[in-house]
């Protein structure tokens, strides 16, 4: 009964052996193909051989092509020349199991237990940034501005850390800052007790832009600014006005009258006086006549200008200010700056009093005035020394046109200013 049992159980193994286990068929194609994806190949191959290839995508680089060419070979060995000598291939029915062969470079007999220890960093390195992480199983040590962490598994976790920059020498208690800057402005023109001719220079208009560009010097002294340097300012307006001409009509003349005395010569006789002295009077005979004279009819034109009032002012600024530090990189400094300008150019038209002539801004212009500004440093540490920064500023000229023409004026400009900062420390005292 035992030896029954046997016999069946084996025939029953025999039999699932029969159905699971299938020869290998042999197959040949033709095939060829020029730089293509290793997946895209096995597809191609697949269509061709009438098989279906079952693989673990971790193991073929769906990125990485080829180029190969079969002349009827069997799929093995096409196969073999696509994938590499690394993978094995299992067939069951038309069914192709592709696997990697396992690696036998050390024998069991050989290989050793592994051991689990921390990995310590090389005594000579000097660690500036950055915290390194040492993994358990791979010796892996980084200094830059990236942690990598490595663990057991081999899965590769980055993190990006910020670097700050704390020696900014612009927080020092004492440095000197040097700065070069371009800007533009905007001008506005106010005139008051000017009469009549103040009314027609108000035809000027804020319309116009003109610029700025200097040098700088600031000392700081804990959080307090003495400025001082060099820059010119070119203020600009538009200005509009109507001027009268006159022209003659040829075509069109009149009469005028003129009446008059006309004198006629009679005698002449020498009549004494007290002094015994003779003096000679004439005697004359007046006759009230007249003359007619044509002239041609006089033309009244009027013509529209618009003149652009240009003028250029050198300054030697003399600020005091705040410094604040709102970050390690970030810094503001407002300051108030007493400004002697001195006329260097200038060029534009304006309407004289009688509106029928124009005269030069030139000549209405103050060689020298004083102006007062409020601006406001916003600067930004790209290194240690170095850093940029943008100035939006206001100011105020009370009379840049001279007294004597019947009027005073103001003018208001504002705009922004951009540059360049270097930063040495020093101690002034």
Request: some cysteine.
């Amino acid at each position: 009964m035992k030896g029954f049992k046997r016999l069946t159980l084996l025939c029953i193994l025999f039999a699932f052996a029969s159905v699971s286990y299938a020869q290998k068929p042999v197959i040949s194609i033709t095939y060829k193909a020029s730089d293509k994806s290793i997946v895209e190949i096995l597809k191609n191959i697949e269509s061709l051989a009438h098989c279906s290839f079952s693989y673990n995508s971790s193991i073929v680089d769906s990125k990485k092509t080829k180029s190969v060419s079969f002349n009827n070979e069997p799929i093995e060995e096409c196969l073999n020349k696509l994938m590499g000598p690394g993978y094995k291939y299992t067939y069951i029915g038309n069914q192709v199991i592709i696997t990697e062969k396992p690696n036998t470079d050390v024998s069991p007999a050989k290989k050793q237990p592994q051991k689990t220890e921390t990995t310590k960093p090389p005594q000579n390195v000097t660690i500036y940034d950055t915290i390194p992480v040492y993994d358990t199983i791979t010796t892996f040590l980084t200094y830059t501005d990236t942690i990598r962490i490595i663990d057991s598994l081999q899965y590769i976790d980055t993190v990006t850390m910020q670097r700050y920059v704390t020696n900014l020498l612009h927080t020092s208690d004492y440095c000197v800052t040097f700065s070069g800057f371009l800007g533009a402005e905007i001008c506005n023109s106010l005139f008051y007790n000017g009469g009549d001719y103040a009314k027609y220079l108000n035809g000027i208009h804020s319309n116009e832009v003109g610029y700025t560009i200097g040098l700088d010097a600031t000392y700081k002294r804990k959080n307090m600014l003495f400025a001082t340097g060099i820059s010119l300012y070119d203020c600009r307006l538009s200005n509009s006005f109507t001027i009268k001409s006159y022209t003659d009509d040829p075509t069109i003349t009149y009469t005028d009258t003129l009446w008059y005395w006309d004198f006629t010569e009679i005698s002449t006789y020498y009549k004494f006086n007290e002094s015994g002295d003779s003096v000679a009077v004439t005697m004359l005979d007046s006759t009230y006549t007249y003359t007619l004279r044509q002239n041609p009819k006089k033309i009244e034109h009027e013509t529209e200008k618009l003149s652009t009032l240009s003028w250029q002012y050198i300054t030697i600024p003399l600020g005091i200010g705040y410094h604040y530090n709102i970050t390690n990189t970030l810094a503001i400094q407002p300051k108030i700056k007493l400004l002697p300008m001195l006329l260097c150019r200038s060029k534009g038209e304006i309407p004289n009093q009688a509106l029928t002539e124009t005269t030069n801004v030139k000549s209405l212009l103050k060689p020298f005035t004083v102006s007062a500004s409020l601006s406001c440093d916003l600067l930004y540490s790209l290194e240690e020394n170095f850093s940029v920064g943008f100035k939006p500023f206001c100011s105020i000229i009370p009379s840049i046109f001279k007294q004597n023409t019947g009027f005073q004026s103001m003018v208001f400009n504002y705009g922004l200013e951009c540059g360049f900062y270097y930063t040495i420390p020093y101690e002034l005292f």
